[in-house]
């Protein structure tokens, strides 16, 4: 059974960082990719980085370029996203997300997304 666990959240203020993990397990994460999306109640679901796991390929979303890293520890299975200079427009839920098991792309920019966390709260605020 495919699982991604979402932690690291929480309340920050404005211009600081949080570091969010994305723990995944009952699939072969090197041959997988990540994607970290966000969502605001009322609002789209927004993908704001992914990362092919099998030669570290990454993109952002022009909102968090140059503020956010996502980077993968295949020893733990684990993706991180470094945020920083955070902004009170970066309030959400955010979700890490994982192609069906049998993905064997190349670009985690074009994989769908079929196997979702159940995410975690970041609030930026004073």
């Known amino acids: 059974e495919v699982k991604l666990v979402e932690s690291g959240g929480g309340l920050v203020q404005p211009g600081g960082s949080l570091r969010l993990s994305c723990a995944g397990s009952g699939f072969i994460f090197e041959n997988s990719a990540i994607g970290w999306f966000r969502q605001v109640p009322g609002k789209e679901r927004e993908r704001i980085s992914c990362i092919t796991i099998k030669d570290d390929s990454t993109h952002y979303a022009d909102s968090v370029k140059g503020r956010f890293t996502i980077s993968s520890d295949d020893a733990k299975d684990i993706v991180y996203l470094q945020m920083r200079s955070l902004q009170s427009d970066d309030t959400a839920v955010y979700y890490c997300?994982?192609?069906?098991?049998?993905?064997?792309?190349?670009?985690?920019?074009?994989?769908?997304?079929?196997?979702w966390g159940q995410g975690t709260q970041v609030t930026v605020a004073s």
């Open positions: 997300a994982a192609p069906p098991p049998h993905w064997t792309g190349y670009d985690c920019n074009a994989a769908e997304y079929a196997q």
